[in-house]
């Protein structure tokens, strides 16, 4: 959503530098645009400035020591580039590396990477960077992240500019696990020299902090020597931690913010003031899901039977409507049509069988007869 006296374009081309963090909203909309539309084909104006809310405040800046990437995302990718990136929901797309193949026993994946990257002190990005930074990452001593990379049994630079990934099994997700933040690039002078990175920055993404304060926010300005002008259309950049929806929203309404993060909960209001204000809102396709997870060590839960009655108890429609606005999709399955599903095959919400009569011996519940087990 962005105001649009003048600044329509500012959420469109938001979206495009911050889509992993917009597609993070657990639930779409329609994908229709409210209010008054981007303005198609407008000037962008190269010394901008965008100030932008997200839900939760940045607390770690190390890529590799995330405990919570999808969040520390946001915060880190105007910073560290990745080999690959993620764009228009599940596409993944080069970065760092232009290209790159698969061993014809998917055992290996060959990365050839870009010759005019630099990191922020202006050093290039070449294989033994990335080598350095992936073994780093992989690497549970180091690394929280390790666990991510558990696939890959060695990373090898074939020459200056071309990184070969081994991998323990055929492993086509490799490219799509490398395009978080988790697979930073991080320069090899800082590890080498022990900078604490959870405090300070060492990549060579679009952008360079120039103010830090965890817990808050961090400002960022355009590094120059970036290879890709398209991806820092603003001259500066403000990302705020903001968890308070109604703060936010007032923010935003104030003037103060020129994007935001809403959140489906709040959709009936915010159509209300796109309608009535020259506000424009934007909604994104799934990226994730609510669930419920079960302890299966649990005493009980390790009857099939007890975990199928409770999935048959949970009003997957009543909960959106409720609580969600009627913006989610209610599934039976445990990932989101847009990330893997195209068909919708497997979405939708399984029907309660006719046969829910069967109590479990000493319990007494109803459960779904063999038929469904």
């Not at 600044?7 to 597609?23: E, T």
């Not at 198609?40 to 590799?64: E, F």
Request: glycine content about 8%.
């Amino acid at each position: 959503m962005s105001h649009s006296k003048g600044r329509s374009w500012i959420l469109k081309a938001a979206a495009a530098l911050f889509a992993a963090s917009l597609l993070l909203t657990a639930c779409g909309g329609s994908g229709e645009s409210n209010g008054s539309a981007s303005a198609a084909g407008g000037r962008i104006d190269k010394d901008a400035s965008l100030r932008y809310a997200w839900t939760t405040p940045p607390g770690n800046l190390d890529p590799h020591r995330s405990g919570n990437y999808s969040v520390d995302f946001n915060y880190l990718a105007p910073v560290y580039d990745r080999l690959t990136q993620t764009v228009s929901g599940p596409e993944t797309a080069p970065m760092l590396a232009e290209s790159w193949e698969f061993a014809p026993d998917g055992l290996s994946a060959t990365f050839h990477l870009r010759s005019d990257a630099t990191f922020h002190d202006g050093s290039p990005v070449n294989a033994d960077a990335v080598v350095q930074s992936l073994n780093r990452a992989r690497d549970p001593q180091q690394a929280l992240v390790a666990q991510s990379f558990s696939m890959i049994s060695d990373v090898v630079a074939v020459d200056e500019h071309t990184v070969r990934i081994d991998t323990n099994r055929p492993a086509a997700d490799l490219p799509a696990v490398l395009s978080s933040t988790v697979g930073a690039i991080i320069n090899p002078a800082a590890l080498d020299s022990g900078v604490d990175l959870t405090i300070e920055t060492a990549g060579s993404g679009p952008y360079v902090p120039t103010r830090i304060r965890l817990g808050d926010h961090i400002s960022y300005e355009r590094y120059d020597n970036y290879w890709a002008a398209d991806a820092q259309n603003y001259k500066t950049l403000d990302i705020l931690g903001i968890p308070d929806d109604n703060a936010r929203l007032n923010a935003f309404r104030s003037g103060q913010l020129d994007a935001m993060l809403a959140k489906a909960g709040q959709y009936d209001e915010l159509e209300q003031l796109t309608t009535s204000s020259g506000l424009s809102m934007h909604s994104f396709p799934a990226a994730t899901y609510y669930a419920i997870q079960l302890d299966i060590g649990q005493p009980g839960f390790e009857d099939p039977r007890v975990r199928q009655a409770l999935n048959y108890a949970v009003d997957r429609e009543a909960i959106n409507s409720a609580f969600l606005n009627g913006q989610c999709e209610p599934t039976s399955f445990g990932a989101v049509r847009s990330l893997s599903d195209a068909d919708g095959q497997l979405h939708g919400s399984a029907p309660i069988p006719d046969a829910v009569v069967t109590g479990i011996p000493g319990r007494g519940h109803p459960i779904a007869g063999p038929e469904h087990q």
